[in-house]
T-cell receptor, first 113, second 114 residues
Framework: DTEVTQTPKHLVMGMTNKKSLKCEQH?????MYWYKQKAKKPPELMFV???????INESVPSRFSPECPNSSLLNLHLHALQPEDSALYLC????????????FGPGTRLTVT | GENVEQHPSTLSVQEGDSAVIKCTYS??????FPWYKQELGKGPQLIID?????GEKKDQRIAVTLNKTAKHFSLHITETQPEDSAVYFC?????????????FGQGTTLQVKP
């Protein structure tokens, strides 16, 4: 089973709202990732958690705040977003801390109004 | 900085024909090269990957070849079917591969005409 689940599938939020995206995997993977994908573009790495510790932050604005409560869960807290933050947010996981065999979830389509 | 170039950006083939997508990477320390298929409204799906100590890998109708000297790798799909229509992304690890970074190509939109 190589399933990564993400909720919600779609999210519309105003610029003053606070919302969270959730990601879950039960494959025993120890690395989890957040990516942002704009239309017709490749995924862009935002954050990497390795063994529940933040190992990479790709200079993402502080209005995006990641959290890894345990090895199976990954959250992305959103606050005071801008319309240009509208995108598909993808979660991925891999077995160990390296980049090998990353499995992606279906994504959350975020629209900021 | 590290870069992965992918060609062509669009590819249209007749059902049953073969399709080839090519990528070139810049970091000679890259050691892992996955290919992802992304269908409309879905997340990228890992379809095949290759490590730098292997020259070729095949899985049914898809194969990947790697030329480390030239720093390029290719995806080959034989006997294409309409369900192969999707966007395909190649990727390569950065030199700091222990930290889990992939650099993606810009994508190829494959259309298989019935």
């Amino acid at each position: 089973d190589t399933e990564v689940t993400q909720t919600p599938k779609h999210l519309v939020m105003g610029m003053t709202n606070k919302k969270s995206l959730k990601c879950e995997q039960h494959m025993g993977h120890r690395a989890m990732y957040w990516y942002k994908q704009k239309a017709k573009k490749p995924p862009e790495l935002m954050f990497v958690y390795s063994y529940e510790k933040l190992s990479i932050n790709e200079s993402v604005p502080s209005r995006f705040s990641p959290e890894c409560p345990n090895s199976s869960l990954l959250n992305l807290h959103l606050h005071a977003l801008q319309p240009e933050d509208s995108a598909l947010y993808l979660c991925a996981s891999s077995l160990l801390g390296g980049p090998y065999e990353q499995y992606f979830g279906p994504g959350t389509r975020l629209t900021v109004t | 900085g590290e870069n992965v170039e992918q060609h062509p950006s669009t590819l249209s083939v007749q059902e049953g024909d073969s399709a080839v997508i090519k990528c070139t990477y810049s970091d000679s320390a890259s050691n892992y090269f996955p290919w992802y298929k992304q269908e409309l409204g879905k997340g990228p799906q890992l379809i095949i990957d290759i490590r730098s100590n292997v020259g070729e890998k095949k899985d049914q109708r898809i194969a990947v070849t790697l030329n480390k000297t030239a720093k390029h790798f290719s995806l080959h799909i034989t006997e294409t079917q309409p369900e192969d229509s999707a966007v395909y992304f190649c990727a390569a690890t950065t030199s700091s591969s222990n930290t889990g970074k992939l650099i993606f190509g810009q994508g190829t939109t494959l259309q298989v005409k019935p």
